[in-house]
């Protein structure tokens, strides 16, 4: 049996949550790792069983409370994210303080591990180059685009002015996205990919450094050849 490192991910978080139920059951309180792993397993079966978006939220927000975890654990889970794989496609689920209060309180004091974050607002990217371009989702569906990807290489259904996109990604932070609606146009800031600039994967039309000699030309092609809007 071959398994991708989603599906190795996806047993590793069904084995701490296995022993997160086993635990609860037993009246022990649940560590940070093992309510994460409850939380996020019983949303992604909910996916898996075809569950309304609306309802595996609220379903979420009930599983844990401060009486079933540790000291500390509820105030080191203000939000935790989750991709899920629907029948129509990948979604991003954003769960905010997704362990309620209990008849326990919670902390008023520091515990080990608390991060205590600088005042005032943290600023993204205000250095970079950034663009700003107008994409209009021409397919039946939503399509959900990460922080991480070259936008270039975005779902093909996605109208926008590709050849300025080169070697560009969204300005958000890691983990984050933009969810593009069908018919529904938007505007999105991108900055430059740094680092070495190479990407490799995606949708293959780049496979390599992005400043190579040809290789915008050589992209534009393989999207014009494999029907990508705007290209």
């Known amino acids: ?49 075809d569950m309304p978006y609306a309802e595996i939220r609220d379903m979420a927000s009930r599983l844990l409370t401060t009486d079933d975890v ?65 994409v209009t989702n021409t397919g039946d569906r939503d399509v959900q685009v990460r922080s991480h990807t070259h936008f270039f290489e975005t779902n093909r259904a996605l109208d926008f002015d590709r050849a300025r996109s080169w070697g560009m990604k969204l300005d958000r932070p890691a983990g984050m996205g933009v969810r593009f609606e069908p018919g529904v146009p938007q505007t999105v800031r991108l900055v430059p990919i740094a680092g070495k600039r190479v990407v490799i994967g995606e949708a293959g039309l780049v496979n390599g450094p992005l400043e190579a000699e040809g290789a915008k030309e050589r992209g534009l092609v393989l999207a014009r050849q494999r029907g990508y809007k705007g290209a």
């Open 70 to 134: 540790e000291h500390g654990v509820a105030e080191m889970t203000p939000m935790i994210y989750i991709e899920l794989a629907f029948a129509e496609g990948t979604k991003l689920m954003a769960l905010f303080e997704p362990i309620n209060l209990g008849h326990l309180p919670l902390l008023e004091t520091t515990y080990p591990g608390q991060v205590f974050s600088p005042e005032g607002e943290i600023a993204f990217f205000e250095d970079s180059d950034s663009i700003t371009l107008d």
């Open 1 to 49: 049996m071959n398994l991708t490192p989603t599906e190795m991910d996806r047993l590793t978080i069904f084995t701490a949550a296995e022993m997160a139920r086993r635990n609860k059951a037993l009246g022990i309180r649940l560590s940070h790792p093992e309510a994460v792993a409850l939380i996020t397993d019983e949303v992604m079966l909910a996916a898996r069983r």
